[in-house]
């Protein structure tokens, strides 16, 4: 998967595309993991690229929000999610575990 970063002043956009799965997850992980690493904690994963997520996916957005939570310095916000992800994340039952935007300006506007 490839990762397109853009840091603002009050936060750090991440963008990935394609499907994060027990494959990939580890990747996206990571990715957000090197952004926690260089003190960046107001996240934005902009998942407009985004076609499914998986469980493993899920626990990997999962693990950063509680790191940057635990942290006490920022959050992971979620933006641009199709309809079908948004559903996944219903059926999963982790909606309360993140903002969900539907655009960019609003999500960088809640930092």
């Known amino acids: ?31 957000l993991n090197k952004l ?3 003190d960046q904690f ?3 994963f902009n ?3 985004i076609e499914f997520v998986s469980s493993a996916g899920w626990w990997a957005l999962i ?9 006490n310095r920022g959050e992971l916000v979620l933006v641009n999610l199709e309809e079908r992800i948004r559903e996944s994340m219903d059926l999963v039952g982790i ?6 935007y539907d655009n960019l300006t609003d999500a960088v506007g809640y930092f």
């Open 36 to 38: 926690i690493e260089k």
């Open 95 to 100: 909606s309360p575990y993140f903002k969900v």
């Open 63 to 71: 693990r950063t929000q509680k790191k940057v939570g635990k942290l």
């Open 1 to 31: 998967m490839d990762f397109e970063v853009t840091e603002y002043k009050h936060c750090t956009i991440l963008k990935g595309n394609g499907r994060i799965d027990s494959h990939t997850a580890p990747d996206v992980e990571g990715a």
């Open 47 to 49: 998942m407009v690229d």
């Open 42 to 44: 107001n996240i934005i």
